[in-house]
């Protein structure tokens, strides 16, 4: 998830992303493979959805009978990665902590204190991103209490890799190589990304990314704002922060 994530998500954005994700699991697969693809499908839209999501809901984005449908939510709410709610819908379940906690090797639960301790000092939501593959998501979002007003995005937000300064300080803990994002050789020699409007208009982005020992693991933490006296003057404290975090790893 990039620097200026702030944009909310398009209505449907979510249904069109399951069903593309879906033309590539509805072949004549083992049906195994096929009922899992479904129920992570699933997963990932109530998880992406903080109202919630119907039975019908469900079968919609997976091109699929209610009934069906129906028998994946069920499965899902024995392990409590979902729970239905009193209006029918079902949401986000506790195992779904069990699942976060687990992520990054614990950097994510040991980054909460650090991330939130740094909202509130410069007053601008920081989070941590990841990169998976050709994207980077979101997998830690903390909001100032310090402030009245200030950006915001939900973990679980993605963006390509290689935009926003989250995507440049990403790119940068790669090798070398031709083609790579512009701006990925200088965050490699100045140790931080800074862009503006890159993915949301009128706002700043500050990342830099964590060297930790798993030299697989790319991440970073980045720092979204309107104002550009904040993105300037959050340079030195990000910077003391991700060697903070890289600790961690």
Known sequence: MSDEQAAPTPAGSDTAKG??????TSGKGASGSQTLARGLLTLEAVAGQPQGLSVQDVAQRLGVH????????VTLADFRLVVRTSDGRYRAGSGMVTLA???????????????????????????????EGDEQVAVAV??????????????????????????????????????????????????????FGEIEPGAYG??????????????????????????????????TVAEELSALG
Do not use: F, K
Not at 66 to 73: D, E, Q
């Open 206 to 239: 500050v990342a830099v990314p964590l060297h930790t020992a798993d030299p697989g693991l790319h991440l970073c933490v980045n720092l979204i704002t309107t104002r550009e006296d904040v993105a300037d003057g959050a340079v030195p404290a990000m910077l």
């Open 101 to 131: 906690r687990g992520y990054a090797a614990g950097i994510r639960e040991a980054a909460l204190p650090v991330l939130r301790r740094t909202a509130d000092e410069l007053g601008a939501t920081v989070a941590l991103i990841a990169a």
């Open 19 to 24: 069903q593309a994700r879906q033309g590539g």
């Open 142 to 195: 903390v909001e100032p209490r310090t402030v009245s007003y200030h950006l915001g995005y939900r973990v679980g937000s993605r963006h390509p890799l290689g935009i926003g300064a989250a995507g440049l300080a990403l790119s940068s803990l790669r090798l070398p190589a031709p083609g790579e994002p512009a701006g990925a050789a200088e965050v490699r020699e100045r140790g931080y990304a800074r862009t």
């Open 66 to 73: 209610r009934t069906i449908a129906y028998r994946i939510l």
